[in-house]
């Protein structure tokens, strides 16, 4: 017998268990009948495709019993089992980093939130929340040896040899209190008609049921057992078979989560190529949809035999929202990964997956516009993605992503916009930055806000690639406001007296600051404030040099700001007239400073920003 400790994260991934789900105890059922369904459908899988396995004959199923004096409840599998090794890797670490990155981002507070938790699987462990120790008894498929697993959840583990008829796993939890309400044969048929109806196996249930003569008098009792999940692939079906509800609780199932899906997506092509697709928008992001290991949420089956649930190729990438199934008949049971990605049926349902996919998304925009704010609040970055890498389905997408605006509160799309432009306007304009909230007080807004010009308002990271890669929509342009020269667009006819009167000014502010900027110039732009920053036609923006910068690609600093002036505000009107150098070099570099400020932009020396300040405001 050999003692092993839990990986840290175990532990304190069983804390967050014990903490946030003590009220969904009952999820421990639904997590341990999914392993065993994955267990068998491993062994399916190789059964069917590989040479080795091909000889074993098997009838796939889980099996559930109980004992209540006993205290125990057991679930079995015939699938895959699990070697040593196995059961060190598998049951006292935790494989996915998705997760073990997620643990770790988790403050204390988390901790009593348990949608959070909720929107990850969380496995095995669970089934600590009703047991005082868990022994599991497993023996791989193709090996002699089976093993005996042990543990009280508290730190540690203990593994030693042990026998067991067939391949498959047994989970026996010894019950504690708060779990003996599950040695029932009621209850536990209830979890599994409510969270595992749909596993493609046999779930059967044992139990021991009393036997009463013609007076009613109890005189024994007898061991029975009973198929109690009715294993319907859903995704099979015909619609008009399906209700709604039918379609909700599939979800939920598959998705692991108790919320609603946005939107339902069944599809069943005939003809040349035969599939059937069932895809869920769910209504909250995935947690770990940014991360890059995030776990796919589309599963292959062919013929109704489960595949993988770990092809992130099965769509674009942008599309990883997506929960559900891809079902197919045409596809060969053995299919590798590198056959997939090359395979002309894959391809098929792949393109035709997509472009169903964007034009009920589009249908929902205009169906039902506050539902489609929705989708737009979790996934619009995602669309962002695919106008950057899916450049055949571009028109669709355009039609899809939704922008904040200075004209409206909500989102509005780009058609939305060309509704609202002025007479003779022929540009879209957008400023990026890096939140909202700062981009809505931005002094470069102050001219779009005088002629009545509607800005968007884009805060993402990737809008600074994304958003000026759309180059034209409809008859529109879209302009950077950030941009000098914006004023031309306005034909705010320059000023030559004023150039003239501000020169020594402007010349003075370029002298004093140097190469901190690319130029100095008056600008028409501004209404209330005195100076901003500006970008020359074709220099990549700040924040896109920072964003360059945070994936290592330094090349990019060192490309400066042009440093625009306000003549008609009070700062350089009193600039004009003072001869201070010393008081003209202070304000020339609180202007820039102020200007680079309210952009979130960093100062190189912020500490020489408030002696300067600090000087202006003594003097
Ligand atoms: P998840 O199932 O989400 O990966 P779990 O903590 O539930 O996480 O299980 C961890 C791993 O233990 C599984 O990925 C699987 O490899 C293994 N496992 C659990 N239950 C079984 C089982 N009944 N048969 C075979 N392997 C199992």
Known sequence: MATHQFQTEVNQLLDLIIHSL????????????????DAVDKLKYLNLSDERYKSLSFEPRIDISFDREAKTLTVGDNGI????????????????????????????????????????????????????????????????????????????????????????????????DEGLEYANRWRLEELVRKYSNHIAYPIILHFVEDEYDD??????????????????????????????????????????????????????????????????VPSKAPFDIFHADYRPGVKLYVHRVFITDDEKELLPTYLRFLRGVIDSEDLPLNVSREILQQNRVMTNIRNASVKKVLSELKDLST??????????????????????????????????????????DGWTSLADYGIRVKDGQKAIYYLTGDSEERLRKSPLLEMYRKEGIEVLLCSDEIDEIVVPSIGKFGVFEL?????????????????????????????????????????????????????????????????????MKAMGREGMAGIKPILEVNGD?????????????RLAEDTAFVLLGQALLVEGAQLEDPADFVARLNRLLAS
Request: hydrophobic share 35%; net charge negative; with cysteine.
């Open 479 to 547: 302009k950077a406001a950030n941009r000098a020269g914006a004023e031309d667009d306005f034909g705010t006819a320059k000023d030559e007296a004023k150039e003239k009167e501000y020169k020594p000014v402007v010349d003075k502010i370029r002298k004093a600051l140097g190469e901190r900027v690319k130029d100095v110039r008056l600008t028409s732009r501004l209404t209330e404030s005195p100076s901003c920053i500006v970008m020359d036609a074709d220099d990549p923006s700040l924040q896109f040099q920072q964003l």
């Open 22 to 37: 003590y009220s969904h105890r009952e999820v421990f059922l639904r997590e341990l009948v999914s392993n065993a369904s």
């Open 569 to 581: 505000h009070a700062i350089v009107k009193r600039m004009a007239l003072s001869d201070d150098d």
């Open 81 to 176: 089992g699990m070697s040593e090794a196995d059961l060190v890797d598998s049951l006292g670490t935790i494989a996915r980093s998705g997760t073990k990155e997620f643990l770790s981002h988790l403050g204390d507070d988390a901790r009593k939130n348990s949608n959070l938790i909720g929107r990850f699987g969380v496995g095995f462990y669970s089934a600590f929340m009703v047991s005082e120790k868990i022994e599991v008894i497993t023996r791989k498929a193709g090996e002699d040896a089976a093993w005996l697993w042990k543990s009280d959840g508290k730190g540690s583990y203990e593994i030693e040899e042990s026998a067991r008829d067939g391949q498959g796993t047994t989970v026996l939890l010894r019950l504690n």
């Open 215 to 280: 007076k009613g008098k109890k005189k024994g009792s007898k061991a029975k057992d009973e198929r109690i999940n009715s294993a319907a692939a859903l995704w099979t079906r015909p619609k008009s078979e399906l209700t709604e509800a039918d379609y909700v609780d599939f979800y939920k199932n598959i998705a692991d989560t108790e919320e609603d899906p946005l939107l339902t997506i069944h599809t069943r092509a005939e003809g040349t190529i035969e599939y059937s697709t069932l895809f869920f």
């Open 367 to 408: 169906r039902d516009p506050d539902r489609y704010g929705k989708f737009a609040d979790e996934f619009n970055r995602l669309i962002k993605e695919g106008l950057y890498s899916d450049y055949g389905n571009r028109e669709t997408l355009l039609e899809l992503v939704r922008f904040k605006s200075t004209a409206v």
